[in-house]
């Protein structure tokens, strides 16, 4: 069976940082693609990152350029997203979500939608107060 669990999520200051992880079991991370989504109060869920660590590849929605970084670490199997100076509107749940390599590529052009991501996680809080 296959598991995402995000954790990291907190009440943070604005300017602040966090670090949230996704911890994968049942699947090796050189074998899927794991994307960051976030959903805030009244929105539509939306994909901030994505990697894909048997390859290398990574990509980021252009809102979150120059303050969202993704890693992975395939030893832990866990993927990492790191967050810099956060600001109020980065106020959202955030879940990972992972889909395996052999339907991964169709997704180049769609990835930041969520529609149709083999498994997700149940979401961490992330709050950002002035």
């Known amino acids: 069976e296959v598991r995402l669990v995000e954790t990291g999520g907190a009440l943070v200051q604005a300017e602040g940082s966090l670090r949230l992880s996704c911890a994968a079991s049942?699947?090796?991370?050189?074998?899927?693609?794991i994307v960051w989504f976030r959903q805030a109060p009244g929105k539509d869920r939306e994909g901030i990152s994505c990697i894909s660590p048997g390859d290398g590849t990574i990509r980021y929605a252009d809102s979150v350029k120059g303050r969202f970084t993704i890693s992975s670490d395939t030893a832990r199997n866990t993927v990492d997203l790191q967050i810099i100076s956060l600001k109020p509107e980065d106020t959202a749940v955030y879940f990972c979500?992972?889909?395996?390599?052999?339907?991964?590529?169709?997704?180049?052009?769609?990835?930041?939608?969520?529609?149709?991501?083999?498994?997700w996680g149940q979401g961490t809080q992330v709050t950002v107060s002035l």
């Open positions: 979500a992972a889909e395996r390599l052999n339907t991964w590529y169709l997704r180049w052009d769609t990835w930041h939608r969520p529609g149709g991501y083999d498994y």
């Open positions: 049942g699947v090796s991370l050189n074998d899927v693609a």
